[in-house]
């Protein structure tokens, strides 16, 4: 009997510790859903207000370079084209400048696709775009330019998150720069909505396919 009264006092106090952190975590979780809901509506506005809110506790800065290569870079009977790497990792609350290689030419933006010519999401809505020989690669061709959007016959592929808001066209055979400021962890899917593929409709393979014209952007926190 004493032996229960006891268990029973000393379970009380421990019930209303778990109740409180349950009431805390149910707290946090409504906030955190709430904030990635608004966050990354896919719409850039609100995406820069979750980056301010980062600022205020400090930003850091990464690097991410991707290559798009060909399908003869990669060989006979290659689907290419491809982004290398297809899969990759970004820190949270960090300011990432992404580099972008593309050895490939264009295929125009056509009908309903031609929006994904303009650039959004990334800082200032802008990217750099400056010309490469793709037989000597380390050399450039043509000066810097900083654009907003290309003209729809010369883009060539497209990095597009549609969960964060941001698309950048690229241009054939050119060295693409941008910065892109990133909010809390989490996994968003990218696709190339430049028809790059296979078929008249330019819509076949790789297009879509994951470790070609697709793949995911891990936030890590
Ligand atoms: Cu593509």
């Given at each position: 009997m004493k032996g229960s009264a006891l268990r029973s006092e000393g379970g009380e106090p421990a019930m209303w510790v778990l109740g409180g952190l349950m009431v805390l975590v149910l707290a946090v979780a409504g906030a955190l859903i709430g904030g990635f809901a608004t966050s990354f509506g896919g719409h850039l506005k609100v995406a820069q207000t979750a980056v301010q809110m980062a600022n205020t506790s400090g930003t850091t800065a990464a690097t991410l370079n991707l290559t798009i290569v060909t399908g003869e870079m990669m060989g006979q009977g290659a689907v290419g084209p491809a982004y290398v790497p297809s899969d990759f990792t970004v820190p949270a609350h960090s300011t990432v400048k992404v580099t972008v290689t593309d050895f490939d030419g264009a295929t125009p933006l056509t009908g309903s696709l031609v929006k994904y010519s303009k650039v959004s999401g990334t800082v200032g809505d802008v990217m750099q775009v400056q010309g490469i020989n793709?037989?000597?690669?380390n050399t450039t061709v043509g000066s810097l330019h900083t654009m907003n959007?290309?003209?729809?016959?010369?883009?060539?592929?497209t990095l597009t998150i549609a969960k964060l808001g941001i698309n950048v066209p690229m241009a054939g055979q050119s060295r693409i720069t941008f910065e892109i400021k990133t909010g809390g962890p989490g996994v968003y899917q990218w696709e190339c909505?430049?028809?790059?593929?296979?078929g008249e409709s330019g819509l076949g393979a790789p297009m879509g396919e994951g470790g070609f014209m697709a793949g995911t952007m891990t936030v890590a926190g």
């Amino acid at each position: 009997m004493k032996g229960s009264a006891l268990r029973s006092e000393g379970g009380e106090p421990a019930m209303w510790v778990l109740g409180g952190l349950m009431v805390l975590v149910l707290a946090v979780a409504g906030a955190l859903i709430g904030g990635f809901a608004t966050s990354f509506g896919g719409h850039l506005k609100v995406a820069q207000t979750a980056v301010q809110m980062a600022n205020t506790s400090g930003t850091t800065a990464a690097t991410l370079n991707l290559t798009i290569v060909t399908g003869e870079m990669m060989g006979q009977g290659a689907v290419g084209p491809a982004y290398v790497p297809s899969d990759f990792t970004v820190p949270a609350h960090s300011t990432v400048k992404v580099t972008v290689t593309d050895f490939d030419g264009a295929t125009p933006l056509t009908g309903s696709l031609v929006k994904y010519s303009k650039v959004s999401g990334t800082v200032g809505d802008v990217m750099q775009v400056q010309g490469i020989n793709p037989l000597a690669p380390n050399t450039t061709v043509g000066s810097l330019h900083t654009m907003n959007h290309l003209a729809p016959a010369l883009v060539g592929h497209t990095l597009t998150i549609a969960k964060l808001g941001i698309n950048v066209p690229m241009a054939g055979q050119s060295r693409i720069t941008f910065e892109i400021k990133t909010g809390g962890p989490g996994v968003y899917q990218w696709e190339c909505m430049d028809p790059c593929g296979a078929g008249e409709s330019g819509l076949g393979a790789p297009m879509g396919e994951g470790g070609f014209m697709a793949g995911t952007m891990t936030v890590a926190g």
